[in-house]
């Protein structure tokens, strides 16, 4: 079936043209095109906009904003937006990262949506016409969101952003699992806050509440974080795919995530 | 349905061409345009076949819908050879066996350009980082990979 696109100026008027039935958003098209060229005959029409704000990046002070237009590639290679390189680059090879944009990984199921999972981390606020919502929120109605992400806002983390992606082919293959951790820690050095956010670990990018709870308190350290791996996996439903199957995934989370709180 | 008009330079010459919406570029080049060096080999972003530069940037064609190229430039592998006389990468490829069937090869062209354009003396990890979208089949990549040195350093000989 023909796909047709329409392209306008404003949100506005692109939120008003996505109201039809059988159109989609069109970002980067990584996921969206290739949908097409395998026979996904649901979406016979695509929109997308022009407006510029989309491809903004504003930083200032701690505080970032990220248009949802804007590509991993162009997020690797901000020089204010060093912290989240890792997981920009983490996303796909050279080619994809030029196309697939932050608004089109916010909705990429399992095992893609590597850099919502730092997102996630980050607590970031993701923004439509209708306003503002907390990630976690957002990802657990995505499918039922019908209007254009705008853009994503979050405060840079003081102490960084961790960010760990395994996969099986290097240096570009699909996740077996990725890992994004905000931890924050006291002067004696036991943490004080920690947001971990998991990859792969259930259909979207979801938090390991459990292990973020055990961590508190605790020293980073072989012994203090053993309590925080213990439970890595609560609350997890992995997928089973060609990359590695959901019994797999849970075995060998506790391990990288040991990995990535210990590094 | 109407067809639309798009309009780019490929290969420095301008290109109009009036296409179904929706269709991909390297529909376009290949049974549009006749420009058949980006190949269609999987049509879903893992091969790395049909990569194209556009603007200076990396690009899958098989992804990327014709209509939002226009004014756009783009180059492909045909378009490297000047008067008759191989690219440098090209060149390399050819000496160093790093075409055999040649399915891969546009793309590996198009992504290894794309590399020395920002890069001109890159280390063997930023040539495999470089080349890490694209599949060969063939050459067990330590060929291909030869070959961009190979040509990365005859770069610099000649700008010297
Ligand atoms: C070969 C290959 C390798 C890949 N590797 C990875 C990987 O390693 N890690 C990873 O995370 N992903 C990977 N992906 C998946 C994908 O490229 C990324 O998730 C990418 O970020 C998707 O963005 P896009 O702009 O291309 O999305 P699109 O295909 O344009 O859109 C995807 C979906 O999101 C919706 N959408 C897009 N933007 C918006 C918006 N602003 N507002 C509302 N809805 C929107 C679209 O309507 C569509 O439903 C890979 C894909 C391919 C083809
Ligand atoms: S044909 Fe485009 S990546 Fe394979
Ligand atoms: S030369 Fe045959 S696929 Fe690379």
């Known amino acids: ?152 806002g979050f405060t840079l983390p003081a102490e960084g952003l961790r960010f760990l992606k395994v996969s099986r082919v290097k240096p570009k293959g699909v996740s077996v699992l990725s890992i994004a951790a905000v931890l924050e820690q006291a002067p004696d050095g036991t943490v004080s806050s920690a947001h971990i956010a998991l990859g792969c670990m259930a259909d979207r990018p979801m938090r390991a509440k459990a292990a973020e709870e055990a961590l508190l308190g605790r020293k980073l350290t072989s012994d203090g974080i053993a309590p925080a791996l213990a439970v890595a996996s609560d609350g997890t439903s992995p997928v089973t795919d060609p990359i590695a199957s959901a019994w797999y995934r849970n075995e060998v989370l506790p391990v990288h995530l040991g990995r990535l709180l210990l590094a | 349905m109407a067809k639309i008009p798009v309009q780019f330079t490929l290969n420095g010459a301008e290109k109009a061409e009036f296409i179904d919406s929706g269709t991909t570029l390297l529909h376009a080049l290949r049974d549009k345009i006749g420009d058949t060096s980006p190949k269609g080999g999987c049509h879903q972003g893992t091969c790395g076949a049909c990569s194209v530069i556009i603007d200076g940037e990396l690009r899958l064609s098989c992804l990327t819908l014709a209509e939002t190229c226009n004014g756009a430039a783009i180059t492909t592998t045909s378009g490297l050879s000047q008067g008759g006389v191989l690219h440098p990468l090209q060149r390399a490829f050819l000496d160093a066996f790093a075409t055999q069937c040649g399915f891969c090869t546009p793309g590996m062209i198009m992504a290894a350009k794309v590399l020395l354009d920002h890069t001109p003396d890159p280390s063997r990890d930023e040539v495999v980082e470089a080349l890490s979208g694209n599949i060969c089949r063939c050459t067990g990549y330590e060929p291909i990979i030869q070959a961009v040195l190979t040509a990365a350093r005859s770069n610099s000989q000649n700008a010297a």
């Open chain 1, 1 to 152: 079936m023909a796909l047709a696109l329409q392209t306008f100026s404003t949100v506005k008027d692109a939120n008003a043209a996505l109201k039809a039935a059988g159109t989609r958003y069109l970002g980067g098209g990584t996921l969206v095109v290739r949908g097409a060229n395998e026979g996904d005959v649901s979406v016979s029409s695509l929109i997308r906009s022009t407006e510029p704000a989309l491809s903004a990046i504003t930083v200032s002070g701690d505080n970032v904003r990220i248009g949802a237009s804007l590509t991993m590639a162009a997020i690797a290679g901000h020089p204010n937006l060093v912290a989240l390189a890792r997981a920009a680059r983490a996303v796909g090879g050279p080619a994809i990262r030029n196309m697939a944009t932050v608004g089109g990984n916010l909705f990429a199921p399992a095992p893609y949506g590597d850099f919502t999972v730092a997102l996630l981390a980050l607590d970031a606020i993701v923004s439509t016409e209708g306003g503002e919502k907390p990630i976690e929120t957002f990802l657990a109605k995505r499918q039922s969101n019908h209007a254009i992400v705008t853009e994503v």
